[in-house]
C-alpha cells in the first residue's frame, strides 16, 4: 500500500547540533516527495521538494533533504539547529502511479535546547 | 499579502449547531482543498475542488459540505457539529491537483465543540 511514514514524533537537539528528521514511504514508483514546516498558531509553509530533477535538494532556512530511491527515505537535514528551527516538520508525497494521492506524514515536533 | 484567507481563527460551537468556515485565495489556484489536523495524525483530507463547480470527498468527508461557486472562495459547513469534529481546519490551494509547486496553506482555525 502506498504511504508515508515519519520516524519519531518528537526530536530534541541542542542549538549548533545537526537536525536529521527521517521520512520513509512505500511505493514501487518514486513519488514526489515535500518537507513542510508548521509554526506555532500558523499554517504550513513549503521548506522544499523533490520532483525527480537532483536528488539532493535544499530549501530556505538551511535546511536540505536527500532521496534515496534504494532506502525509500527523504530525510531532512540541517547541519546547525537554531532556536527558531523549533518548529512542527511533516513530510508529503505525492504518487505518481496508483491513486496518486499527496497524503502527509503524521509530522514530528523539533525541539531545540539552549 | 497574497495567500489564503481563512476566518474565523477561532469558534466555539455547541453540539448540534451549524457553521461556515471560510476560505478565500487571490492567487487564481484552480485546486482548493480543507483539510483537518489532529495530534498524531497528521493532515486528513476533508474535501477538495478541482475548480469552480467540481466537488469531491476526501479521506473524512461525514458531517461536512463544500462549494465551489468562484474560483477563489471555498467555504467549509458543518451540518450538525459534533464534540469528533472539534480540530484545528485547514485550507490549502495549488495550482492544480498534482500540486508539484507544493500547497499554499492559510493560518487555519481552531475549532471547539462542546
Known amino acids: 500500500a502506498q504511504s508515508v511514514t515519519q520516524l519519531g514524533s518528537h526530536v530534541s537537539v541542542s542549538e549548533g547540533a545537526l537536525v536529521l528528521l527521517r521520512c520513509n514511504y512505500s511505493s514501487s514508483v518514486p513519488p514526489y516527495l515535500f518537507w513542510y514546516v508548521q509554526y506555532p498558531n500558523q499554517g504550513l509553509q513549503l521548506l522544499l521538494k523533490y520532483t525527480s530533477a537532483a536528488t539532493l535538494v535544499k530549501g530556505i532556512n538551511g535546511f536540505e533533504a536527500e532521496f534515496k530511491k534504494s532506502e525509500t527515505s527523504f530525510h531532512l537535514t540541517k547541519p546547525s539547529a537554531h532556536m527558531s528551527d523549533a518548529a512542527e516538520y511533516f513530510c508529503?508525497?505525492?504518487?505518481?502511479?496508483?491513486?496518486?494521492?499527496?497524503?502527509f506524514g503524521t509530522g514530528t515536533r523539533l525541539k531545540v535546547l539552549a | 499579502n497574497a495567500g489564503v484567507t481563512q476566518t474565523p481563527k477561532f469558534q466555539v460551537l455547541k453540539t448540534g449547531q451549524s457553521m461556515t468556515l471560510q476560505c478565500a485565495q487571490d492567487m487564481n489556484h484552480e485546486y482548493m482543498s480543507w483539510y483537518r489536523q489532529d495530534p498524531g495524525m497528521g493532515l486528513r483530507l476533508i474535501h477538495y475542488?478541482?475548480?469552480?463547480?467540481?466537488?469531491d470527498q476526501g479521506e473524512v468527508p461525514n458531517g461536512y459540505n463544500v462549494s465551489r461557486s468562484t474560483t477563489e472562495d471555498f467555504p467549509l459547513r458543518l451540518l450538525s457539529a459534533a464534540p469528533s469534529q472539534t480540530s484545528v481546519y485547514f485550507c490549502?490551494?495549488?495550482?492544480?491537483?498534482?500540486?508539484?509547486?507544493?500547497?499554499?496553506f492559510g493560518s487555519g482555525t481552531r475549532l471547539t465543540v462542546v
Open positions: 490549502a490551494s495549488s495550482y492544480s491537483r498534482g500540486a508539484l509547486d507544493g500547497y499554499t
Open positions: 475542488s478541482v475548480g469552480a463547480g467540481i466537488t
Open positions: 508529503a508525497v505525492r504518487f505518481t502511479s496508483g491513486t496518486y494521492k499527496y497524503i
